[in-house]
DNA sequence: CAAGAAAACATGTCATACAGGTTTTGGGCA
DNA sequence: TGCCCAAAACCTGTATGACATGTTTTCTTG
């Protein structure tokens, strides 16, 4: 009955609690649910499916673990935002099994955000352009605090994706915050000098000064010299 | 017992559940377990973490799920290769909500793909180069079944990601390919007539030339054409 | 020593039970 | 009638036991 062709995700490997899965997004996906809208409970489904509460819920948990739905006690389970979930499980996975290094994320990161910073500099809202200089004063004032600074350095990122106006953007730069949370420390260090760690918070004022001026070539630029000095941070710290 | 930090990704939320699945990706980090290593059985954790095998098995398998790790009956569960698993489930069910557009996912694409051509025209091994060229080939020989252009248009784009040597970005491609496989023939039936369409596979014949030719900025300008061709015909479709 | 059977182990699925949280229902009171 | 609150109904979270089926290990036997 279950077509074995690949055509959606995950529609792999066999199993009661594949094709459960199966049917539940097929259920949001034909009854055009959106964030929030209530699914079947766990006792329909297996009603409707014919299999036991066990394998439905699994199916259930397993699309709660990816963030593709939202559970808790008592409640139906129901349709979730948009949401990092499964997608920073898999770069981490990738980075803490060897098999994505530190710096390809990194070359992923600049590519990225040297398009999510021109279109900021294009498409930011006052709001967003507040959001964005606060995240670079708020580096500023801590400089002293590193573990400070690098939680601004991030919100600083996410905060310009988000002003990008395209939440796959978003998406991606959350899913590698992990990653960055991780090693940010490590380029910190490599900055000896307080001058150079002036310098490197200066590059994000520069940033948010070309956002806010909107101008998207210099802000790209600026967020170019940016990486490059990271990363060459990253390879000099000795990050394969 | 359970530290309720919220370090790790997906540990927010509380629960049993939560927590097992905590344990094992912690158990592969700390292990420094790599793809294709076995993980303690059910039992096994279920003895460690003090937990009903149900809640051991949910874990199991949400991380079954998101293709982090692998599962058959009989065998111990084992690290899994890298694979697109979760992140497409991301991308489908963000646009199968309506919380992402096809023409923001372009938009990544394209911006994503800008940097692979280049990267591929730079280190693309000389087997790599063949199997871009055969895509392109093979488009062009079967351009009155739309079909199978498009299986082989999705594989030169995947195989171009490939050739940029960095698992990230054939991560993100083929999380795409979904959401491209199906809007790929709206964008051709724009393009009505037989010399639009093989302008089109011309256009992959371009990229693949100057891939081989070791053309990083020609390859990238042939693939910048080629999105802001599609997409045109995406808009033109009527596809917001 | 090798081949094959048996045992041990593993996951896949089912049924049942109960605790605890949430929504619905319905009755009593103003 | 209309509002409030308690009981009932419903739902998820977790535990336990059982059995089928697939895989690995062990041991016997030729």
Known sequence: MVS????????????????????????????????????PSEADMTRKLSVSRTVVREAFRSLSAMRLIDMSAGRRASVAKLDIGAMSMVIEHGVTTEQISVQQVYDVRRTIEMRTVALAALRRTDAEAA?????????????????????????FHEAIARASHNPVFSLIINAFSGVTRRTWVIGWRTRVTEEEQIKMIEGHADIARAIIAGNPQLAAEHMAAHFDKSVKALIDAGIA
Chains 1, 2 share one sequence.
């Open 131 to 155: 959001e964005i200089q606060k995240c670079a004063r708020l580096m500023r004032e801590n400089y002293r605090a590193p573990e400070i600074v690098m939680e601004h350095d991030i919100a």
């Open 4 to 39: 074995d062709r690949g055509i959606g995700p995950d529609e792999t490997n066999p199993g009661l609690v594949s094709a459960a899965i199966q049917a539940i997004t097929q259920h949001i996906r034909v009854e055009g649910l959106g964030p929030g809208d209530l699914l």
